[in-house]
């Protein structure tokens, strides 16, 4: 079955940075575009990043764009996000996520929970 489980998560300092994994079995993983999706403490779902299934197409959220750096290993079946001068805004929990069409997920993760505070 489907399974993406997540990495790296953690405490770190405002400026901060960190680099989460996500490790997919189950599915070709090199056929389909993955997603970073956060949610915030008491907040709802916050889309972070894109990437196609290739690697050839990124995207990202205003809030992370500059900082962040969505990557792949095809290979490896793992999803990458590299998260870099981060905020205390940037803590949540970080899923990703394997896109189904535009904004739209058929398979998440477990989560693995980033909290940015000195």
């Known amino acids: 079955q489907v399974q993406l489980v997540e990495s790296g998560g953690g405490l770190v300092q405002p400026g901060g940075s960190l680099r989460l994994s996500c490790l997919a079995s189950?599915?070709?993983?090199?056929?389909?575009?993955m997603s970073w999706v956060r949610q915030a403490p008491g907040k709802g779902l916050e889309w972070v990043s894109s990437?196609?299934?290739?690697?050839?197409?990124?995207y990202y959220a205003d809030s992370v764009k500059g900082r962040f750096t969505i990557s792949r290993d095809n290979a490896k079946n793992t999803l990458y996000l590299q998260m870099n001068s981060l905020k205390s805004e940037d803590t949540a929990v970080y899923y990703c996520?394997?896109?189904?069409?535009?904004?739209?997920?058929?398979?998440w993760g477990q989560g693995t929970q980033v909290t940015v505070s000195s």
């Open positions: 996520a394997r896109s189904s069409g535009s904004f739209l997920y058929d398979y």
């Open positions: 990437l196609y299934s290739d690697g050839s197409n990124t």
């Open positions: 189950g599915f070709t993983f090199s056929s389909y575009h």
